[in-house]
Each structure stands twice: as structure tokens, then as C-alpha cells.
């Protein structure tokens, strides 16, 4: 366990502060996570889960990569890009997502559970033929285990390998804590375990494919203003931080050899992730969620 960072009180305001606004909500969606007391999320709080979801720039990274493999599948590409706000409100529907995914670890029980329910009903909605041909539908339990997979995968890779090394046990733990939850939105199929895992990826590779629509992502994303003003600069390499987790024959499948990370790149990345690991985000939802359940907000960075 990496131990936390002492700063003085300023710069740690203006860190948290930054990291803060990578993690924040879209206007209109905030949400205090310190309430109400004493209330349970969906996930424990002494689970891999709670450890990986508090670092900023892994979750940046690891969120970016699940989009790449959600977006080579054709189904789930086409539903993103033919029912979603990305192409015209790219940083609303990114922060959305990121509130999905705090309150699905963080998040009290009750609200979570709702949240979800939200989630699987406006998904009813959602279905569509692909530029292939092929009809989809949102809710179709194959893309949802797939989606539910990508997250996983990427959130676990990017801790991984940038911040941490985790145990094969910690990976399985992990797998099957987002497992648990997934079951709420309908993929029931959603790997528990490593080995499920790389059995699921085996399954799918026949069906990812190229498509303009990544690139077309990759460069939204270069643009739109993700990060902070501060760590705006490092954007791109973050973005190429995302790639360099898929699989090296995928990246090449889907035309990403330019995006791959740069050996100075992948030093320098693993120091800021591994910086994020180290300040105490005190008013962020792992840190209120923790105050929610009698434990300091510090609790996670201590541990």
C-alpha cells in the first residue's frame, strides 16, 4: 500500500481542488455521498473496489480504454453513438458516466439501486440496426456483460499496472465485487474472476472490429476539457495511457499503433497516478462515502 502524502495545507487544497473537478458532476447532478449516515453501498468498504474507484487519474485512463473496447463491438458502438449526447455535449456525458460509476461503489445502497433501475429502464428504449446490418438492442444481455466487462477491465488494468501491482486474489476480488453489481443492470454474464475474464475476451475478439467512430472519439477526447486546466497538458497521454491497456493485437486490429504510450510517457504517467494514490481527496465521493459510514475521510489513503 502506497502511504499518503503530506503537503502543506495550501497545496493540498489547490491538488484536491483539481482532482476535485476531474471527479465532479455535471451541473444539475451533485450529489452528497456523506449522506444518509451510516448507509451501506452497494460494495463494502474494505473491498479492492473502494481502493481502486479513489484514484483520479486511473479512473481517467481506465474509463477511456473500457469506451475503446465498448466501441469496437458494433452493437454497443452504434447504440453509444446513434442514442447518446457524446458527439454534441462530450463533457456532460463523460461526467454522467463518472457519477454512474461513484455512485455505483460509493454511492448509498438506496440511491444506487435506483440509479440503475434508471439506467435499465431508459435502456429499453434504446435499440437499432448497426452500419453492418445487424440489429441491436441495449439491453441485450451479451453487450452487457460486455460493457460491464470493459469497465472492470479497465479500472482494475489501469490501477494495475500505473499505481499498484494487485494480487491475482485482489483481481479475482474485484472482478466479483463489480460482478455483484452488474447483476442489477442485467449482465448476469459479467466475469467474476480472471479467468472468466480472459475466457469472455476470447469469446468476443471475432466480433471487434475497426470503425471510424474510435478515432472520431480519440480525437473529441483530445479536445474536449476533461481534466483540469492544471493537468490539461498531460490529456493526450493519458488518452494514450487508455490504449496502451487494450491488447497489443487488438491495437493494432483497430489502427491504434500511433496511440500507444512512449517509454518516458509510461514513466511519467505512473508517477502522476502514483501521485493521485498519495493526496487525500477530502471532499470527493470515496472520501464522503467514507465519512457516511463513521470512518475519517481519510480512511481510504491510510489504510
Request: charge should be positive; hydrophobic fraction near 50%; charged fraction near 25%.
Amino acid at each position: 500500500m502506497i502511504d499518503a502524502l503530506a503537503l502543506p495545507e495550501p497545496l493540498l487544497r489547490r491538488i484536491g481542488a483539481a482532482a476535485s473537478e476531474m471527479m465532479g458532476s455535471a451541473p444539475g447532478m451533485d450529489f452528497d455521498f456523506s449522506v444518509p449516515a451510516g448507509e451501506p453501498a452497494l460494495v463494502p468498504a474494505d473491498s479492492v473496489s473502494w481502493r481502486v474507484f479513489k484514484n483520479p487519474v486511473t479512473l481517467f485512463i481506465g474509463g477511456v480504454a473500457a469506451v475503446i473496447l465498448e466501441l469496437a463491438e458494433p452493437g454497443v458502438r452504434d447504440g453509444v453513438w446513434q442514442h447518446s449526447s457524446f458527439r454534441t455535449d462530450a463533457l456532460t456525458r463523460l461526467r454522467r458516466t463518472g457519477l454512474a460509476a461513484m455512485m455505483t461503489v460509493y454511492g448509498p445502497r438506496g440511491r444506487a439501486e435506483a440509479m440503475i433501475a434508471g439506467v435499465v429502464r431508459a435502456h429499453d428504449r434504446v435499440a437499432g440496426v448497426t452500419s453492418e446490418g445487424h440489429g441491436y438492442r441495449a439491453n441485450d444481455p451479451v453487450l452487457l456483460d460486455w460493457v460491464q466487462a470493459t469497465a472492470s477491465y479497465g479500472f482494475i488494468r489501469a490501477y494495475h499496472f500505473h499505481v499498484e501491482r494487485l494480487s491475482y486474489r485482489e483481481r479475482d476480488s474485484a472482478l466479483a465485487e463489480g460482478a455483484a453489481v452488474a447483476r442489477l443492470y442485467g449482465a448476469i454474464g459479467a466475469p467474476k474472476s480472471e479467468a472468466r475474464m480472459a475466457a469472455l475476451f476470447a469469446k468476443m475478439d471475432a466480433r471487434l472490429v475497426p470503425s471510424p467512430i474510435i478515432h472520431d472519439f480519440l480525437a473529441i477526447m483530445v479536445k474536449v476539457p476533461a481534466l483540469p486546466r492544471v493537468a490539461r497538458p498531460f490529456q493526450k497521454m493519458l488518452l494514450r495511457a487508455a490504449v496502451s491497456l487494450l491488447p497489443d493485437p487488438l491495437i493494432d486490429r483497430l489502427g491504434l499503433e500511433d496511440w500507444r504510450l512512449r517509454g518516458f510517457e509510461r514513466r511519467l504517467v505512473r508517477a502522476v497516478a502514483r501521485m493521485a494514490e498519495r493526496v487525500p481527496l477530502l471532499d470527493s465521493p470515496p472520501a464522503k462515502a467514507s465519512e457516511r459510514l463513521g470512518l475519517p475521510a481519510d480512511w481510504l489513503w491510510k489504510r
